[in-house]
């Protein structure tokens, strides 16, 4: 018995038992402090809402030639979304330079005919005050003539005809002279037609502008036959496709 009990102790401390302490000693493992990420699943159901959405839509008209994008595909800034094809909004651009250079020559046209009209209202104006001076110097000297004839008829100096050509003398010179203060009111008048010319070229500049913004309205609806994608995102909703006419600002991707 002595040496069964000698064993069994022997054999119990030489496995690491102490009837004693029946819990071994734990260990620990320790490490330096260090930064990390730290990751956190989380599992739900619903719907994926973006924090924004931007809907795209272009001015031009056209057939799409590309669209190479599906709902669900991520797009980087800068990419070319939509090409449509050129040719109409090209045809736009020409027929609206073409009514810019058409609207320029009216323009022009208006200033030189200011020009010409000021030229002439100044030419004209000389000209009938000469003429009215002439006419009026000569009236007074037909008169003179005509009343030296008349005293010479009555002393019967002269004859009848002398008085008859001093007479008709006068008159044919009395409506040179009327006719020349009608030209003098007439030119002075034709300052009205230098105002005329004035308002032919605020009409020529206003029109000018017109046919300007809507050149530049067109050349906008060309370049906007290539649409680019305006930021990083994911293209939720696709309204159209590659073959498809559009007409400007009605179809749209998001």
């Known amino acids: 018995i002595i040496l069964a009990f000698f064993l069994g102790y022997f054999f119990l401390y030489k496995d690491g038992v102490n009837l004693g302490n029946v819990n071994p000693k734990p260990v620990y493992k320790t490490v330096h402090v260090q930064r990390g990420d730290f990751k956190v699943k989380v599992s ?31 797009i ?5 979304l939509i090409k449509l094809d050129k040719s109409d909004e090209q045809r736009n651009v020409n027929k609206a330079m ?80 009327v006719q020349a203060e009608a030209q003098l009111i007439g030119a ?33 609806r060309l370049d906007e036959t290539e649409i680019f994608a305006p930021m990083d995102g994911v293209l939720i909703t696709k309204s159209v496709e590659e073959g498809q006419i559009i007409s400007s600002g009605i179809s749209n991707v998001s």
């Open 44 to 74: 739900a159901t619903g719907i994926v809402e973006p924090d924004s959405q931007v809907e795209i839509k272009s001015k031009a008209s056209g057939q799409i030639l590309k669209f190479s994008f599906n709902e669900g595909d991520y």
């Open 188 to 220: 002075r008048n034709s300052k009205y037609d230098i105002s005329l010319r004035e308002n032919d070229i605020e009409l020529a500049k206003a029109d000018m502008i017109r046919a300007e913004m809507a050149l530049e309205e067109v050349e906008e």
């Open 98 to 177: 073409a009514d810019v250079q058409s609207a320029s020559a009216r323009l022009k046209t208006a200033v030189t005919n200011l020009t010409l009209q000021k030229n002439k209202y100044a030419t004209d104006l000389k000209t009938s005050k000469s003429n009215l001076e002439s006419s009026e110097a000569s009236l007074k000297e037909s008169e003179y003539k005509l009343k030296r004839q008349r005293d010479l008829f009555k002393q019967k100096v002269s004859s009848r005809e002398a008085l008859d050509s001093a007479e008709t003398n006068y008159k044919i010179i009395q409506e040179n002279f």
């Open 76 to 80: 980087k800034k800068g990419h070319l």
